[in-house]
């Protein structure tokens, strides 16, 4: 490696992350076989399954070098980089998530939506339903089509010029966590704020819809009804439980909100309501360590009892990430409408996005739709999303600021310790801390018991069978 010293670099450039001194981390290497033992246990009510098991394994692994990296060198100045693999896992590496989030944002940004309105509708559901959709995959599958169904014939509605046939286009993200690590399922969709209707043989008519408060309040009482409806249709709950909750106050629990609108035109705000609803289900900076046994999670807004923060053990965090994990081969979006992979106005939409003109309502009749292309599935590289996250491209050298090429990927132990070792860098993999049994009751005094709480010793011997 050069000698060349990076102390003088220039401000914004990427520098490798380091997890190990993450504090989620330390609590993972340290409790994580304590808290799968727990599991094991008859007498322990939670679980976790083998999948998330696997992702905290991984997740450990994840930008550790002495796993393996990629090697990058600078022609210029021969500065050399290493970069750590990632485990590319779903639920519990941060780094990760926000690899995906990154990468789901850029994807639909910049082929899926074009340039037209796009407004977010959050739809949640009651308490009394959220444990069959949180727990049941087919039951989140039958009450989405559901919700989106009342939103395009809300939308078609708005537009009295178009025909019954005019569809939406549609990305709805399914949300099983809360803000404060808490199961939550609740659905966000990023609808274009308008239908889609062919007009001639070549032609594509858009028209805008705007809803206003007291449309919005119908549509929560329709999805209301039909949702409550096919709860009971699969026997989840009585019809009278049903009428009952028709009766409540407030909406029943059901929430339908509609008031974030992005205008077509807002491209970077567009990316970051994509990235919203695409977000994983914590986030890093928010867990903050108090001591060995107490943690703090800090919540993005106040809860309605005032609280800012979540006092959770270690063991009680890797509990709720990993009730959090999703389930394996599980979309945690899908689209929906003109928008949908095989919908046949799909690749007349997405080619919107590159400055197309498109026949509006208020557009003379007679205007030529411009040819289809045909889009490849977007496949960004990783130094491309680094730099959309950071807004540093990471393969700049530190030193000279040159342009820099991976030039070799190192998995063999003797030679990653062979390049570890003469820089500093931990040539072994971090130990995992191994399971550990409940603290002993340590012999203490007796003339401090009352000090400590305890209940002072009776001073006769109490027979109990005389009251039976």
């Not at 002495?66 to 600078?74: K, N, V």
């Not at 994807?107 to 308490?127: E, G, M, T, Y």
């Not at 005019?166 to 949300?175: K, P």
């Not at 002993?440 to 005389?466: A, H, K, M, T």
């Amino acid at each position: 490696m050069p000698s060349k010293s990076i102390k003088d670099c220039a401000p914004g450039l990427y520098s490798r992350r380091r997890p190990a001194e993450t504090p989620l981390y330390q609590v993972v290497q340290k409790h994580f076989e304590t808290f799968r033992a727990l599991c094991q246990d008859d007498w322990e009510e939670q679980s976790m399954p083998p999948y998330a098991e696997r992702e905290f394994r991984r997740y450990l692994e994840c930008g550790i070098l002495a796993h393996g990296f990629a090697r990058a060198r600078c022609d210029e100045c021969g500065h050399d980089f290493l970069i750590a693999f990632s485990c590319k896992g779903r639920g519990v590496c941060p780094s990760c998530n926000a690899r995906r989030m990154v990468e789901t944002a850029a994807h639909l940004l910049d082929h899926v939506f074009p340039k037209l309105p796009v407004r977010q509708w959050v739809v949640s559901f009651p308490k009394r339903l959220r444990y069959f959709l949180q727990h049941d995959g087919k039951v989140r599958s039958a009450a989405l089509p559901i919700v989106l169904r009342i939103i395009e014939d809300h939308i078609r509605a708005r537009s009295p010029r178009a025909s019954p046939t005019a569809r939406i286009g549609a990305v709805a993200f399914l949300h099983q966590f809360g803000s404060s690590l808490n199961a939550h399922t609740h659905f966000h969709v990023c609808v274009i704020d308008g239908v889609f209707e062919v007009t001639s043989e070549d032609g594509l008519a858009f028209f805008e819809a705007t809803p206003d408060t007291a449309e919005i309040a119908e549509v929560q009482t329709k999805i209301r009804r039909r949702v409550l409806r096919m709860f009971v249709q699969r026997g989840l709950i009585e019809s009278d439980e049903a009428k009952t909750m028709l009766a409540w106050e407030h909406a029943g629990g059901f929430s339908v909100e509609a008031s974030v609108r992005i205008e077509g035109s807002d491209r970077q705000g567009l990316e970051r309501l994509l990235r919203y609803c695409a977000r994983p289900p914590f986030a890093l900076e928010r867990i903050e360590v108090l001591d060995e046994h107490r943690l703090l999670y800090h919540l993005s807004k106040p809860m309605h009892d005032g609280r800012t923060c979540v006092h959770l053990t270690p063991l009680e965090l890797i509990g709720r990430i990993a009730a959090l994990v999703p389930e394996p081969r599980s979309h945690r979006h899908r689209y929906y409408g003109v928008l949908a992979p095989n919908a046949r106005l799909r690749s007349a939409v997405t080619v919107l996005i590159d400055d197309a003109e498109v026949q509006s309502q208020t557009a003379p009749d007679g205007t030529e739709q411009p040819e289809s292309t045909s889009r490849s599935p977007a496949r960004y590289l990783w130094a491309m999303l680094l730099a959309r996250i950071y807004e540093a491209f990471p393969l700049t050298c530190p030193v000279c600021g040159s342009p820099m090429t991976i030039i070799a990927f190192i998995t063999d132990p003797p030679v990653v310790r062979h390049i570890l070792d003469p820089i500093g860098e931990p040539s072994t993999p971090p130990g995992i801390s191994p399971a550990r049994g409940p603290p002993e009751c340590e012999e203490w005094d007796e003339s401090s018991d009352n000090e400590l709480g305890f209940e002072p010793v009776p001073q006769y011997e109490y027979d109990q069978r005389i009251d039976w």
